[in-house]
C-alpha cells in the first residue's frame, strides 16, 4: 500500500516539472517572416513557365525565398497578386504582413512561437468560429514536386507541394477535396482561437487529416491589443529531430478566413543543432 502512494507522489512530480518546461523567450532570437495572400497561385500555376517564369530557376534547385525575399521583405508585384489574373474572387485589404518566429527545443520537445498582428478586411469570412488560426507545415524529407524528368526538392517550395488547382476553394474544385501531396507527407499543427478550441496534430499526404498525429501538439494564444502570440508545442520526432534541418511554412487565417484564403509565408528550414534559415535554440 505505502509504496504505491510513493509511486504516485513521485510521478505526481515528474508531471508538474514537465509541463514547467517551457522555454526562456527572452534568450531566443526573434525572426520575421512575411506571410503574403497567395491567391491561386498553387504549386501547378508555380511549375507552369508561361504563368511563371521562375519554373526554370526552380528546376535548377532555386527556392521560392531565394527569388522572391529581399531584404526581408517580398519582390512580388502586388498589382499582379491582386488582379483578377491571381485572384478571381476576392482579394483582402492587406497583403501581406510579419511573422515573428522564434523556436528553441530540449530532448523531448521542440517550442515554436509566432507573434502578428492579422489584419481585418480579409477576402473570406466563412470560419465563423474562429477569428485567427495558425497553421504550421513541416516538411518530411520525401516531399518533392515533379516537374517532367526533374524533380524539385520540398525543402525548396515550402507549403505549396500540397497546394493544388483541383483543391476545395479553388476556382471550380471539388469543396471536398483536401490538400494532398503526391510524393511524402507534412505533419500540420494548428491553433484556433475558439474558446476550448483542441490543438490539430495532422498530416497532409494522400489528404488532410486534422487528427491522428503523433507529435502531441499542444497549443497556447493570447491576444492582447491586436497582438496574438501563439506557442506550439510537440514532440520532438517524426520529421524532427537533434542533428536536422526541417522544411517549414506558416499560415495564418486572419479576420475568420478559411480555405486558400489564407497568409502563407514561403518555405524556411528550422536547424535543430544543424544548418538552418532560423537555428533553433536548445535550453
Ligand atoms: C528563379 C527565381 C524564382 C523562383 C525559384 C520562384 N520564382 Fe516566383 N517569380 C519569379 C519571377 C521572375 C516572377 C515574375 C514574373 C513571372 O511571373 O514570370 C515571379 C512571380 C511570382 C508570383 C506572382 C507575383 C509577381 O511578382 O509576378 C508568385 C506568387 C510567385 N512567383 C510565387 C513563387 C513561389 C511560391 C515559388 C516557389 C514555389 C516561386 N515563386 C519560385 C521568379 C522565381
Given at each position: 500500500?505505502?509504496?504505491s502512494?510513493l509511486a504516485f507522489?513521485?510521478?505526481?512530480?515528474?508531471?508538474?516539472a514537465?509541463?514547467?518546461?517551457?522555454?526562456?523567450w527572452s534568450?531566443?532570437?526573434?525572426?520575421?517572416i512575411q506571410?503574403?495572400?497567395?491567391?491561386?497561385t498553387?504549386?501547378?500555376w508555380?511549375m507552369?513557365?508561361?504563368?511563371?517564369s521562375?519554373?526554370t530557376?526552380m528546376?535548377?534547385g532555386?527556392?521560392?525565398?531565394?527569388c522572391?525575399e529581399?531584404?526581408?521583405?517580398?519582390?512580388?508585384n502586388?498589382?499582379r497578386?491582386?488582379?483578377?489574373?491571381l485572384?478571381?474572387?476576392?482579394?483582402?485589404?492587406?497583403?501581406?504582413?510579419p511573422v515573428?518566429v522564434?523556436a528553441?527545443y530540449?530532448?523531448?520537445n521542440a517550442?515554436?512561437?509566432?507573434?502578428?498582428?492579422?489584419?481585418v478586411?480579409?477576402?473570406?469570412?466563412d470560419?465563423?468560429?474562429n477569428?485567427v488560426k495558425a497553421?504550421?507545415?513541416?516538411a518530411?524529407d520525401?516531399v518533392?514536386v515533379?516537374?517532367?524528368d526533374?524533380s524539385?526538392?520540398?525543402?525548396l517550395?515550402?507549403?505549396?507541394?500540397?497546394c493544388?488547382?483541383?483543391?476545395r476553394?479553388?476556382p471550380?474544385?471539388?469543396e471536398?477535396?483536401?490538400?494532398?501531396?503526391?510524393d511524402g507527407?507534412y505533419e500540420?499543427?494548428q491553433?484556433?482561437?475558439a474558446?476550448?478550441?483542441?490543438?490539430?496534430?495532422?498530416?497532409?499526404?494522400?489528404k488532410?487529416?486534422m487528427d491522428?498525429?503523433t507529435?502531441?501538439?499542444?497549443a497556447?494564444?493570447?491576444?492582447k491589443?491586436?497582438?496574438y502570440?501563439?506557442?506550439?508545442t510537440r514532440?520532438l520526432n517524426?520529421?524532427l529531430g537533434?542533428?536536422?534541418?526541417?522544411?517549414?511554412?506558416?499560415?495564418?487565417h486572419?479576420?475568420?478566413a478559411?480555405?486558400?484564403?489564407?497568409?502563407v509565408?514561403m518555405?524556411?528550414?528550422?536547424?535543430f543543432?544543424a544548418?538552418g534559415?532560423?537555428?533553433?535554440?536548445?535550453?
Amino acid at each position: 500500500m505505502k509504496k504505491s502512494i510513493l509511486a504516485f507522489t513521485v510521478s505526481g512530480v515528474l508531471l508538474t516539472a514537465s509541463a514547467q518546461a517551457a522555454p526562456d523567450w527572452s534568450k531566443v532570437p526573434k525572426r520575421d517572416i512575411q506571410v503574403f495572400h497567395a491567391g491561386i497561385t498553387t504549386i501547378e500555376w508555380t511549375m507552369k513557365k508561361s504563368d511563371h517564369s521562375g519554373r526554370t530557376g526552380m528546376v535548377k534547385g532555386e527556392s521560392c525565398v531565394g527569388c522572391h525575399e529581399e531584404k526581408g521583405g517580398l519582390n512580388f508585384n502586388m498589382k499582379r497578386m491582386a488582379s483578377k489574373e491571381l485572384e478571381p474572387v476576392a482579394v483582402p485589404q492587406t497583403m501581406n504582413f510579419p511573422v515573428s518566429v522564434q523556436a528553441a527545443y530540449d530532448k523531448d520537445n521542440a517550442y515554436l512561437r509566432l507573434s502578428f498582428k492579422p489584419p481585418v478586411g480579409s477576402a473570406n469570412k466563412d470560419d465563423k468560429e474562429n477569428d485567427v488560426k495558425a497553421t504550421v507545415l513541416f516538411a518530411n524529407d520525401k516531399v518533392a514536386v515533379s516537374a517532367g524528368d526533374k524533380s524539385v526538392a520540398g525543402p525548396l517550395v515550402g507549403c505549396w507541394a500540397s497546394c493544388h488547382n483541383d483543391a476545395r476553394t479553388m476556382p471550380g474544385a471539388d469543396e471536398h477535396k483536401t490538400k494532398y501531396t503526391k510524393d511524402g507527407a507534412y505533419e500540420l499543427m494548428q491553433w484556433k482561437s475558439a474558446k476550448g478550441a483542441k490543438a490539430v496534430d495532422g498530416s497532409v499526404s494522400d489528404k488532410r487529416s486534422m487528427d491522428g498525429g503523433t507529435a502531441g501538439v499542444r497549443a497556447e494564444g493570447d491576444n492582447k491589443g491586436g497582438i496574438y502570440t501563439v506557442t506550439f508545442t510537440r514532440k520532438l520526432n517524426g520529421a524532427l529531430g537533434e542533428g536536422k534541418t526541417v522544411p517549414f511554412g506558416v499560415a495564418v487565417h486572419a479576420d475568420h478566413a478559411t480555405g486558400r484564403f489564407h497568409h502563407v509565408s514561403m518555405g524556411y528550414t528550422l536547424g535543430f543543432g544543424a544548418d538552418g534559415d532560423i537555428k533553433v535554440t536548445k535550453q
